[in-house]
């Protein structure tokens, strides 16, 4: 197959006294997302989506909570790390598509600088990278405001082998 395709979710609770990171960027807001790293859940579900795709795990086996190094890790370290597993099995990112879904805080303002931030991480052009900003409607957990989630999707593209 040339293509792989992969799905990642992620999704933290708000806490107070740390800063909002979503998909690279820092995001002003009231409170930030717990997390043994930056808590930064879009470029987890990245991590989880290209892992998917490369048949590789999950975020957790590969950077576990209970390593020490990665507390507070920034999560584009993540993503850099995935992708260098990614080339010696001859595949390379073709398109991340991430819908991050969160009553507040507005997210619009931000999409263009959490693209480019991915796209940065990724090592591709602005063009490959999708983020979406959605609500919960008032449902639920995400709904109430408690926390954020994030789906992506990854798509690989052989390019040896």
Not at 49 to 61: T, V
Not at 99 to 120: D, N, S, V, W
């Amino acid at each position: 197959m040339s293509t792989r395709v992969g799905i990642g979710y992620d999704s933290h609770r708000f806490a107070a006294g740390r800063p909002l990171r979503l998909a690279g960027v820092t995001v002003p807001h009231t409170h930030g997302l717990v997390g043994h790293s930056d808590g930064d859940v879009a470029l987890h579900a990245v991590v989880d989506a290209l892992l998917g795709a490369a048949a590789l795990g999950d975020i957790g086996a590969l950077f576990p909570d209970t390593e020490p190094r990665w507390k507070g890790a920034d999560s584009a370290q993540f993503v850099r790390a995935t992708l260098e597993r990614l080339g010696p099995l001859g595949l390379a990112v073709g398109q991340v598509d991430i819908t991050i879904i969160a009553e507040r805080p507005k997210l619009a303002p931000h999409i263009a600088a959490m693209r480019a931030a991915t796209a940065r991480a990724l090592g591709v052009e602005p063009g490959a990278v999708s983020v979406k900003a959605k609500s919960n409607e008032g449902m639920g957990w995400l709904g109430r405001g408690e926390g954020i989630a994030a789906l992506a999707v990854a798509t690989l593209a052989r390019t040896s082998g």
